[in-house]
């Protein structure tokens, strides 16, 4: 049942169905204006909560939840100001409208740290207007004015006088949306940095009620296993003899789709073995040959090009010139696999006019608009339900899962769940791309950098999903980590060369800092070396402390954007004094430091490792400082943190694509190794510097890139070898 309320004041409309019915309820009103705009502004309570009748209090996250916290951090800033309690509200993911935009990133999608970041303001503000016009509605019930309403736990009270909101929101409901939205000081907060604050989803995951994407079942639904041509570029399906899996029992249909051929049957188990027995010829089309050798001959044809510029000051011929000791270094970085514990799968409906896709994506405004195309139907008759994410580290930006999904179903007429298995996931990754990377430093007299040439040499990730970010040559999502150079070198040339080696790129959390800042923060240990100074004071010595904000970084838009010296030196100062920077070391045993700021979080950390005669590396200890603004929900800060740097232990020791014929040579957890339980430090750590309210930092990525240089420069400190290559694996070093 639906119900139809008019809001006067506004003169749209509040649909309320359900238990909400009558109530201050879901809507889109849509002000004049650009759609970024609208979004960066919206705080409408309408787009962000129910509050039913029944006093149900009902909250919409309009981001993905993958992990990391969004589906308590985000209802956290509404209910700090709607003042109802975290613990008795219901919690839905929204569905693609403009209102639900991310602000930061321009597209309703999860990714580069925004989502608090771009929920900070808005989301509070939402709360309480929500809150101010529960209480107008109260004033006008007790006949009262509104200054003596106050409004506490789900109820609002004047004197004696009370009502819970649930008798006030249809009368809410018509009033204005206010302009001005006063908001708490932090002294008045509650919620908000509160560590004792529980995740709202932890009993859902524990008793598998919560619904992931791969966990979804609708009526009359069938299962999909797929057979794709290995190559991820460029390769396509020319014929297949399906005679041995159509005719296993429980097979329903044998289709073939754009990049595949499916087997549909009554189970995935069914399917999977059916189309075991598919015998396909497939074209492996121009990447066919591929090899390491050719993916990194190419590398080094286009690392010889001068690349374009994205960051200059001054004369770096001049400076290098009148250089008292020049420093040169050449990193390579390898390209690297998302592999999400839950494989790519989403369920399909298509129907003759309708279609549903329930699906785990970070990106789903766009699924309407890409299915639509591939399947006939209109971005309007698509509705998008979104699941809980089981991991998606930038690979559930891309869509190309939900497209097949929706062929299947509508080549095959029902109601279809297609799931990937590991070795598919992992074969049709979209990677990390790999890098080379130059760098020469001219050091000056007292050994402080006094010219930097930088020379970034990678595939672009945006010119193969999103061309139009990619703009003179330049991807933004490729100079990340590097842009915003934090220090004060008057004569600087970083330059980036976009070079396509035919291995299909993707997003990956942290994306681009993690080619750069490894290679970035391994050479400032470097020069440090050559200057014979301690790498700390080296790194504080030069910081470059403008706090004008005249000083903008062209590129680094998801950054701070401005240098900030202040804050990298506070953090390096506090991992000093907290690491024991410094300290004697066993034989074979290194600390490491690195600093960066990314999604403007700075995080400076000290890894501890030893490293026995086979070169087997065991990291032993983090000590880190971050410097993210207030902490929305602390337990939950520090859970991120800790992912994110097991997540880079990952890649500094273990995590490397490879491909042979085309072909990606890792096919599972076996080939591929992760970081495992025992392979985890046993300490970690982590403080996080106090806030002051006025901003939030980006969590969910920045620990991945920046712990990875800290390793190798503990590496080189133990042994005394400089490994340029990541993985750094007992191979590489003891060879360096």
């Not at 993916?295 to 770096?316: C, K, Q, Y």
């Not at 062209?554 to 953090?571: F, I």
């Not at 410097?627 to 859970?639: K, M, N, R």
């Not at 240089?709 to 042994?719: D, E, F, L, S, Y």
Request: hydrophobic share 40%.
């Amino acid at each position: 049942m639906e119900n139809i309320v008019k809001n006067e004041a506004r003169r749209d409309f509040l649909k309320v169905g359900g238990t909400v019915a009558g109530g201050l309820a879901l809507g889109f009103y849509y002000p004049t204006g650009p759609k970024i705009a609208r979004a960066a502004s919206s705080h409408s309570p309408n787009a962000w909560i129910k509050i039913g009748t029944d006093n149900t209090v009902t909250i919409m996250v309009a981001r993905s939840e993958m992990g990391q916290d969004v589906y308590t951090s985000m209802p956290i800033l509404v209910a700090e100001e709607l003042e109802v309690d975290i613990n008795s509200v219901n919690v839905e993911f929204a569905p693609p409208a403009e209102v639900y935009i991310n602000a930061l990133l321009g597209g309703q999608l999860t990714g580069g740290s925004t989502s608090v970041r771009d929920g900070w303001e808005k989301l509070r503000k939402a709360g309480a207007s929500a809150r101010m016009m529960l209480c107008a509605a109260a004033a006008d019930k007790f006949g009262v004015d509104v200054s003596k309403c106050v409004a506490q736990n789900g109820m609002v009270k004047a004197g004696r006088k009370k009502a819970t909101y649930g008798e006030l929101a249809e009368a809410a409901s018509a009033i204005e949306v206010p302009k001005d939205v006063p908001l708490k000081p932090a002294s008045e907060w509650k919620v908000i940095g509160n560590a004792k604050v529980a995740r709202l989803d932890t009993v859902a995951k524990v008793n598998g009620t919560a619904g992931f994407g791969v966990d979804t079942r609708v009526p009359g639904m069938l299962y999909a296993a797929v057979w794709m041509p290995p190559q991820t570029m460029g390769a396509k399906v020319e014929s297949y003899d399906d005679s041995r899996a159509k005719n296993m029992p429980g097979v329903k249909a044998v289709v073939q789709y754009s990049r595949g051929v499916a087997v549909v049957a009554d189970s995935w188990w069914t399917a999977k073995k059916a189309k075991d027995l598919l015998v396909v010829r497939y074209d492996a089309g121009p990447n066919g040959g591929k090899d390491m050798k050719q993916i990194w001959e190419e590398l080094e044809m286009g690392a010889v090009e001068p690349g374009v510029p994205f960051r200059t000051a001054g004369n770096t011929d001049e400076g290098m010139s009148k250089a008292a000791q020049t420093v040169t270094a050449e990193y390579r970085l390898p390209f690297k696999s998302h592999s999400p514990m839950e494989p790519q799968n989403t369920v399909a409906d298509v129907r003759g006019d309708k279609a549903i896709i329930i699906t785990p994506t970070q990106f789903q405004q766009i699924v309407p608009h890409v299915v639509s195309g591939a399947i006939g139907l209109k971005p309007e008759q698509i509705e998008v339900i979104t699941t809980f994410l089981g991991g998606g580290f930038g690979r559930r930006v891309e869509t190309d899962y939900c497209i097949d999904a929706a062929e299947i179903s509508k080549a095959c007429g029902a109601p279809v769940k297609m799931v990937w298995s590991r070795e598919d996931d992992m074969m049709h990754d979209s990677y990390s791309p790999g890098g080379i990377y130059k760098l020469t430093a001219g050091l000056d007299s007292n050994g402080h950098i006094a010219a930097m040439e930088y020379k970034a040499t990678s595939p672009s990730i945006s010119a193969v999903l999103f061309p139009s970010l990619v703009k003179d040559g330049i991807d933004p999502f490729a100079v990340e980590g590097i842009d915003n150079f934090p220090y004060k070198t008057p004569d600087l040339k970083f330059t980036y060369q976009l070079t396509d080696v035919g291995v299909r790129p993707g997003y990956w959390r942290a994306v681009s800092h993690n080619n750069n800042a490894p290679a970035l923060e391994c050479f400032i240990d470097e020069c440090a070396q050559a200057a014979g100074a301690d790498p700390i004071q080296y790194r504080i010595d030069q910081l470059d402390m403008d706090t004008s904000g005249a000083k903008k970084h062209a590129w680094s838009g998801l950054s701070a954007g401005v240098p900030v010296g202040a804050r990298m030196k506070k953090a390096l100062e506090e991992v000093r004094s907290k690491g024991k920077w410094g300290k004697k070391m066993p034989a074979g045993s290194g600390q490491g430091v690195a600093v960066m700021e990314g999604y403007n979080t700075v995080i400076a950390v000290i890894a501890e490792v030893s490293v026995d005669s086979a070169s087997n590396v065991t990291l032993d200890k983090i000590t880190s400082v971050v410097d993210a603004g207030q902490l929305v929900h602390p337990d939950q800060a520090l859970a991120q943190m800790q992912s994110c740097f097991i997540y880079g232990q990952n890649v500094a020791m273990y995590g490397e694509i490879t491909i042979t014929d085309g072909t990606t040579d890792q096919t599972n957890f076996d080939t591929y190794r992760t970081t495992r339980m025992n392979d985890a430090p046993k300490v970690m750590d982590i403080h996080f510097l106090k806030g002051d309210g006025s901003f939030a930092g980006g969590l969910g990525e920045p620990g991945t890139a920046v712990i990875v240089p800290a390793i190798g420069n503990a590496i080189a400190a133990a042994t005394g070898k400089r490994v340029r290559q990541t993985p750094y694996s007992p191979e590489r070093i003891a060879t360096a």
